[in-house]
Structures are given as C-alpha cells and as structure tokens.
C-alpha cells in the first residue's frame, strides 16, 4: 500500500498535488497518489497561502501578473498580524510594515503605503526603497515552503530516493516545522527585470510571455543536494540533505552573489515571544 510521502498515512490520495504552486503558474509539475489530502490541504492552507501572500515571492506574483485561480489579480499585503512579526528591533531599526503592492489589468503596479510618515519621507525624497525584513517566522516558512517542493521534485524523479533517511529532517521540517527552527536558505540575483517580460506582435494581436519560474535540482560533489528555485531575479537555494550551511554550497553558484539568509540561535531567541505559532 501507498504511504504519504510527508506523514506515512496510508492517504486518502484524492487530490493532485502541485510541486510549485498554481499562482505560480504550475500547471504541469503534479504528484498524484503520493502526498495524502490532509498533507495536501496542510499545505496550501499553512505554507503556500502565507509564502504567496507575504514574502518577496508575493511582489513577484503581482509584478509578473501571474493569475489566481479565480482569475483575480493577486494583491499584495506585507502586513502580518503583530504576533507573526518576530520583528528583530534591536538589528532591524526600519522594516516598512505598511507596503503592499498592486497590479492592475493593464498591467501596471502600484504600491499601497498605509503610513503617513513613509508617504511623508517619499514626497520629501528621503525614503528611496522599501525594506523588507526576513525574519525568523518569514524565514522559517519560506524555508518550509522550499522544502516540501523540494522533497516532491525528488519525488517525481525516484519515489523510493525521495523518501530516504537523507532527507528524513527535510521532509519533518515542511511538513511540521519542528526539530529545528530554521532552515538555511541562500539567497542570489540572476538576470534583470527588463528580460522578465517580452512582448511581440503576430497576426492574433499583442502576444507578452511571462518568465514564473525555473527550477533545477543539484547534487555536488561535496554530498549536498541542493534545490534552486529562481523567481523573478531571484534565486534561491536549499540543501536538501543537510541543514547546516556551508560555504561551498555558495562557491557552486560563483555568478549569483550568493549569500546565506540565516539568524544565530541566539537572535531567533532575542525576537522570541512575538514570533507565532509555526504549525
Ligand atoms: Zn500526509
């Protein structure tokens, strides 16, 4: 009998499980008949709703328009509950809470500032850009988020290597979040805005083509397997069979000025209190 890749129940297995989500515009990367409908629903309802909603990922989706299900254009809201903030005041003095972003049906965007001080400092010229602030809660859950896709790219490759010891602490960390709080993620740049969108005529009309996104599996020399997940100009990167960060996971990608996004035991400690629930 069929486990669930994720909890080892023996399912149900009703619904197709997207590997990337469909806002993202996945339509064709699907597991079926191995990730269970409660894992499924977890999923979604926990990570990806929360991941597309309210972290750089979300300024992608509204900025390359990609659509909901329902045909709505996503709206952006950065904001998050004061008890999910894990604001780090004491290492991060401006972290613009207040700024979402919209995109329009023609395509353009607009930025939704609900703080007078920030709108005051733009028309006065002296706030140029919009910090946003990984915390430890944005951290741990982009973390989640890449795991589980991940732990299901292996998947659709070789079922049975997927649901190997190697990757026992990845496949715990999507699917509860618990054993280690945080899971390093690197983080790079690749290509321009400008190159994201290209536009061209035939004889239909206006034609635009949308780059979502890219992904590639790795495994390195030095043992690592490794997910590179490219969104807009972003890169980012997971070792999927070793939580801990090393610097050659970096040398691999010489081009992308990677950097880890990581915080100390002790800084996830000092934000504590206000970080949230991460089930
Ligand atoms: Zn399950």
Redesign the pocket.
Known sequence: MNT?L??H?NGPFSKPEHIIPEALGNDDLILFDE??D??NQYFGSKIENFVLGKTPIAFWRTFLGIQKKKGKLPHVNLSQPKKQKGRLSSIHKIHDNFVGFTCHDDYSISVDIDDSNIIRDIIAGTQKEFKFVFTPYVLSMMGRFFCKIGIELLCLNDRKHARSHFFDQARNFARNGNGIDLWPIFHGQSGTIQVLKKRSMDNEGLKEEVFCYHYQLLELDSGYTLLVLTIGTDVWIISLNDPYPKPVICDAFPDNKIKLIWYTPEEVEKSSGNRGTHT
């Open positions: 669930c994720f909890c129940s990730v269970c409660k894992c």
